[in-house]
């Protein structure tokens, strides 16, 4: 395995800048895993497509307001990105360009921090001068969202880059399957028979920082914190229990519930870090359809879809959303992974 085997070429002008007016109005790939069958529909048409009794699992983590901009006493302008909270006044960021202990940064007349640690992968630790609530209040005032590279046309609302069931905030990047989600489509997924269930992970830099290792077996993700509660667990294993369908949507899911389950496929109720990297080989233990984006080519993303799906059947499945003119990454169109 290479990372060259997880490469595809993709047009420039089908990453998606902007969101649909209608989030649920994108087009929905179904990809049949076992025959490599693909049909084309669009994502409003999934209360159709799924079972009665199927489980939906979403992760309702909210994207933090993380990317910040500061000067440094010199003057000279300071980028950071908020990761994870330390500490009620501290939290671990990437910061641009990287600044030793002791080292402070102005964000506004009352908003400061110093480097109190510099990270073995380059993180640093900031200790503010505010705490709690107050501090939180600070970010939100002066913050924007730490929207993706790609994407180059400014963020017109912000919240068309949260999930409608986002809750707890704590991420750096959207969980992008869940953004095609409306309430109507929520109700009518549950008018359906189809369960909802929640857990929260909350998503990093990690996920999204580029494999360089010719072997991607070699690459490391970083850990992020999630959390399974205990009602989410027993409703995910009394589905196992009766043969009913588990549907990740999204790689933050998978990620989680792989983490956990056990080897009956249940899972139970946690709070922690994962680490884990799916690759092609992974023995899926829990999840049975996923509802993912299209992803980045030689990315960890690509990989775990590939080895739920198959990587020639992956690659053969982008070749003709490609052709079919598909818009891709975080703002564009879906897929329905499924026996």
């Known amino acids: 395995m290479q990372l060259a085997d997880?490469?595809?070429?993709?047009?420039?002008?089908?990453?998606?800048?902007?969101?649909?007016?209608?989030?649920?109005?994108?087009?929905?790939?179904?990809?049949?895993r076992q025959s490599g069958t693909v049909e084309h529909h669009r994502f409003d048409d999934l209360p159709g497509l799924l079972r009665p009794g199927d489980v939906l699992v979403m992760n309702d983590s909210r994207v933090?307001?993380?990317?910040?901009?500061?000067?440094?006493?010199?003057?000279?302008?300071?980028e950071i990105l908020l990761t994870r909270r330390q500490r009620p006044d501290a939290w671990l960021a990437l910061v641009r360009p990287g600044l030793r202990p002791g080292q402070g940064i102005r964000f506004a007349e009352d908003l400061v921090a110093t480097v109190?640690?510099?990270?073995?992968?380059?993180?640093?630790?900031?200790?503010?001068?505010r705490s709690g609530a107050d501090l939180d209040a600070?970010?939100?005032?002066?913050?924007?969202?730490?929207?993706?590279?790609?994407?180059?046309?400014?963020l017109a609302d912000p919240s068309a880059y949260q999930t409608v069931y986002a809750r707890e905030e704590g991420s750096v990047a959207a969980p992008t399957a869940g953004l095609h989600f409306t309430p109507t489509l929520l109700d009518r997924l549950a008018g359906a028979g189809i369960e909802l269930v929640f857990l929260t992970l909350h998503v990093g830099p990690g996920t999204f920082r580029p494999v360089k290792t010719?072997?991607?077996?070699?690459?490391?993700?970083?850990?992020?914190?999630?959390?399974?509660?205990?009602?989410?667990?027993?409703?995910?294993n009394r589905a196992r229990d009766e043969g009913r369908r588990i549907i990740a949507v999204g790689t933050t899911?998978?990620?989680?519930?792989?983490?956990?389950?056990?080897?009956?496929?249940?899972?139970?109720?946690?709070?922690?870090?994962?680490?884990?990297?799916?690759?092609?080989g992974h023995v899926f233990r829990c999840v049975d359809a996923m509802i993912t984006n299209f992803h980045l080519p030689r990315s960890t993303l690509i990989m775990l879809v590939a080895a739920f799906a198959g990587r020639e059947r992956i690659l053969a499945a982008y070749r003709e959303a490609i052709a079919l003119r598909y818009r891709f990454y975080s703002f564009g169109d879906a897929m329905l992974i499924e026996d």
């Open 64 to 78: 933090l307001p993380a990317r910040l901009f500061g000067q440094k006493p010199t003057g000279g302008r300071v």
């Open 138 to 154: 600070a970010i939100h005032r002066i913050g924007t969202m730490p929207i993706p590279p790609y994407i180059r046309e400014p």
């Open 116 to 129: 109190e640690e510099v990270r073995e992968d380059g993180q640093r630790l900031l200790r503010f001068d």
């Open 6 to 32: 997880f490469d595809y070429d993709l047009p420039p002008e089908l990453i998606a800048q902007t969101p649909l007016p209608d989030r649920d109005r994108c087009r929905l790939l179904v990809l049949h």
């Open 214 to 236: 010719p072997d991607p077996s070699q690459h490391h993700l970083d850990a992020e914190w999630y959390r399974l509660g205990p009602e989410a667990a027993d409703r995910i």
């Open 253 to 280: 899911v998978v990620r989680t519930l792989e983490s956990l389950a056990d080897d009956r496929g249940h899972v139970a109720p946690n709070e922690g870090e994962t680490a884990l990297f799916i690759l092609p």
